[in-house]
């Protein structure tokens, strides 16, 4: 089966932008993550879905960020008034609930 | 809060020789620890956890909790072992992986 995919693979933006980030999760994981990814770093936690609804979005930086999932499928991370420190990978990652997270191949944001 | 630290940004090691790939972690309750692995142009994969106290390609990695380590060996590396490796942990409660800052393991010929 299809792991989860992330769109774009590559977006380049420009300062003060407005950018949406997609996540396909795996068909049926109901838990849903977002990780941000700096260069030279590991992954740092954003927000999880459990279904629909974010059971922790303490990672979410500022409120410029948000994500949204709702028909508990298909998430969007939607990043508003870009910054160049938001210049990451964004990985997404889906789960049954507690077990094993799936990762995807990530979207490389570069705001200029 | 909880803390993952892996003090080698570089490892490298050459064919056949032992490897270990150093993990210490800091959380207050009994944490879950895995080991996430990242192959060039490939998306990241859970590599062994250590709930499941198993062999995957030839690495183990033992939970100290007197230490506080959770290190990944392996005696023979391989070549096809080069590739960026994680630490993780996930809370008793929670779902949220913490990660480290990666170990890139470059076996040589």
């Known amino acids: 089966g299809a792991g989860v995919s992330q769109t774009p693979s590559n977006k380049v933006t420009e300062k003060g932008k407005y950018v949406e980030l997609r996540c396909d999760p795996i068909s049926g994981h109901t838990a849903l993550y977002w990780y941000r990814q700096s260069l030279g770093q590991g992954p740092e936690f954003l927000i999880y879905?459990?279904?629909?609804?974010?059971?922790?979005d303490s990672g979410l930086p500022n409120d410029r960020f948000f994500a949204v999932r709702p028909e508990g499928s298909v998430s969007t991370l939607k990043i508003q008034r870009t910054e160049r420190g938001d210049s990451a990978v964004y990985l997404c990652a889906s789960s049954l609930p507690g077990l094993q997270q799936f990762f995807g191949p990530g979207t490389r944001l570069t705001v200029l | 809060a909880q803390r993952v630290t892996q003090p080698e940004k570089l490892l490298s090691v050459f064919k056949g020789a032992p490897v270990e790939l150093k993990c210490n972690y800091s959380y207050s309750g009994s944490p879950e620890l895995f080991w996430y692995v990242q192959y060039s142009r490939q998306r990241l994969q859970l590599l062994l956890r250590?709930?499941s106290r198993e062999s995957i390609k030839g690495f183990t990695a033992d939970l100290n909790k007197g230490e506080t380590s959770f290190h990944l060996k392996k005696p023979f590396a391989q070549e096809e072992d080069s590739a960026m490796y994680y630490c993780?942990?996930?809370?008793?409660?929670?779902?949220?992986?913490?990660f480290g800052e990666g170990t890139q393991l470059t076996v040589n010929p």
């Open positions: 993780a942990l996930k809370e008793t409660s929670g779902s949220r992986l913490t």
């Open positions: 879905f459990q279904g629909t609804g974010a059971a922790d």
């Open positions: 250590h709930i």
